[in-house]
């Protein structure tokens, strides 16, 4: 017997935003900037008041700030935090089912996301493709899992932040694109880390070699853009952190070992990306993986 649920319309009403960092403030801005009503929560208070100055309503937990929104998306870090923000006391789903449309923007494990989210009425996960630039301007690609009914009726808010919308099938799956996405991100960032550090060890000019790399055949417009943060050095107020780029790697390779595949690519990233980090570069943007191959004073030859 199938049970009938009714989809509430995501596009109609006040939208919680739960976790600020880089994307979630750039969602929520876009959300104001098109005068739809927002709540937003993080854990760190500090990081709502640009948005309340904005005209956004900041709640002291999660569950306040879905009171009476038609969607609330989720953009906190990992499944630890997912987890929290759903389930914890002050969770979502600590007083009961969601009414409205929960959208899980966070990159997690897509079985982690049907787990924590599964019997939810109305939930979709979505793999976002951009920066901080694209979640402010609209200017996402958006990579969709859920059912087909709660996609339909959840399409008026998410083509409201992104210029694509690619609904994919069934939840989960939208987080299995994004972490291909990342994958390809990750491989791509680093090779050109390693190309300029070999420049640099080898007597050619690191900015030269970047300069023709980006304008090549061979550079992705990723690897064009990471390249002008690599030629500076400078990795602070980062696009994407350092630490979340291990995360999603290290869930590829998890992925894949699940399948009974074996991605050497993907697992020797992973593992120079985690090395990265246990070095104080988490928090870094990710093209700080440069300094995981940065050979060590005194070591030339």
Request: with cysteine.
């Amino acid at each position: 017997m199938t049970r009938n649920v009714s989809t509430p319309d995501a596009g109609a009403g006040p939208v919680a935003v739960l976790g600020l960092g880089t994307m979630g403030t750039g969602l929520a801005t876009r959300l104001l900037a098109q005068g739809v009503e927002v709540r937003v929560w993080n854990r760190t208070p500090e990081r709502t008041q640009p948005l309340t100055r904005a005209g956004a309503f900041a709640a002291g937990r999660p569950s306040e700030a879905v009171e009476g929104t038609t969607a609330a998306i989720c953009t906190v870090a990992d499944g630890d935090a997912l987890k929290t923000v759903l389930h914890g006391p002050d969770g979502v789903l600590a007083r009961g089912a969601y009414p409205g449309s929960l959208i899980c923007a966070s990159t997690v494990a897509p079985e982690e996301v049907v787990r924590l989210a599964g019997d939810v009425p109305s939930v979709m996960d979505v793999g976002m493709l951009g920066n901080r630039d694209h979640a402010r301007d609209g200017e996402l690609r958006l990579f969709v899992g859920g059912e087909e009914r709660v996609f339909t009726a959840g399409r008026p808010l998410l083509d409201m932040l992104g210029k694509e919308v690619v609904h994919l099938g069934a939840l989960g799956s939208g987080m299995r694109m994004k972490l291909l996405l990342n994958l390809l991100m990750g491989i791509e960032v680093q090779a050109m880390a390693e190309a300029a550090e070999l420049a640099a060890a080898t007597g050619l000019d690191k900015q030269l070699v970047l300069k023709t790399i980006a304008g090549s055949g061979f550079a992705s417009p990723v690897m064009t853009f990471k390249s002008r943060r690599l030629a500076t050095g400078r990795f602070d107020e980062p696009d994407f952190r350092l630490r979340l780029m291990a995360k999603d790697l290290m869930l590829a390779v998890e992925q894949a070992a699940a399948e009974g595949l074996s991605l050497p690519l993907t697992a020797a990233a992973a593992e120079t990306h985690v090395r990265a980090t246990e070095q104080g570069l988490g928090d870094e943007d990710c093209a700080a993986v440069t300094r995981a191959v940065t050979p060590e004073p005194g070591t030339h030859t």
